[in-house]
């Protein structure tokens, strides 16, 4: 998948905020967006990411944000299974590929 394709699925289909908007005329690179984790969050959820099972998953550690029995909702039952492809994209970059490899394989 191209990074144009990337980008236009985290903004059509996972409801990340278009981020041209917000720099009114001034170009803005691609590469700034992978450092935000809004980003991920929707292109996980265009993916179909959370239905993944990763380390990142809900109570994959066994460790609880809160006492489950107190009935307030544990942070931890949020999805992050974006992180799993979040860290692969940095270990990719660290190896020295480029961000359009990583991208190629999904």
């Known amino acids: 998948m191209t990074i144009e394709r990337v980008i236009e699925k985290a903004v059509q289909d ?5 981020f041209s908007k917000f720099y009114q005329g001034v170009p803005r690179w691609p590469e ?51 992180l799993n492809y979040w860290h692969r994209f940095i270990d990719c970059l660290v190896s020295g590929k480029r961000a359009e490899e990583f991208f190629e394989t999904l």
Request: hydrophobic share 25%; proline share 7%.
């Open 14 to 18: 996972g409801g990340y905020e278009d």
């Open 32 to 82: 700034g967006l992978f450092l935000d984790h809004l980003f991920w969050q929707s292109l996980g959820k265009a993916m179909g990411w959370a239905n993944e099972e990763t380390q990142y998953s809900p109570h994959a550690r066994g460790v609880h944000a809160n006492d489950p029995s107190d009935g307030e909702p544990c942070f931890c039952d949020e999805p992050k299974d974006y």
